[in-house]
């Protein structure tokens, strides 16, 4: 029943913007965290950003004074706005959601993924 669905990659030159967004088909709130991972042919999905229910949002270092991550309640989205793009943030942005339940399992819902390319 949980579904996610990412938009907005695309192609941009070094120094561009990109926003992208998440629109999730239940409540944002009934999730644990939220948050954006990304991924290179090869190596492992690494964290970008994450936004938890309760408390502070956290960022990669490779992007922290770059990117933010929001929710837009009135939407149901969860967005990451991209600026300052450099090459190496190119890869496949997914989109997270974590449900944890009181025993301490955890359930992981994640989204296609969307393609971003940063190049010349």
């Known amino acids: 029943q949980v579904q996610l669905v990412e938009s907005g990659g695309g192609l941009v030159q070094p120094g561009g913007s990109l926003r992208l967004s998440c629109e999730i088909s239940?409540?944002?709130?009934?999730?644990?965290?939220v948050g954006w991972y990304r991924q290179v042919p090869g190596n492992q999905r690494e964290l970008v950003a994450s936004f938890p229910r309760y408390g502070s949002r956290i960022y990669a270092d490779s992007v922290q004074g770059r990117f933010v991550i929001f929710r837009d309640v009135a939407k149901n989205t969860v967005d990451l706005q991209m600026n300052s793009l450099k090459p190496e943030d190119t890869g496949v942005y997914y989109c997270n959601a974590e449900r944890m339940m009181p025993t301490g399992s955890k359930d992981d819902y994640w989204g296609q993924g969307t393609q971003v390319t940063v190049s010349s």
């Open positions: 239940v409540s944002i709130f009934s999730f644990n965290s």
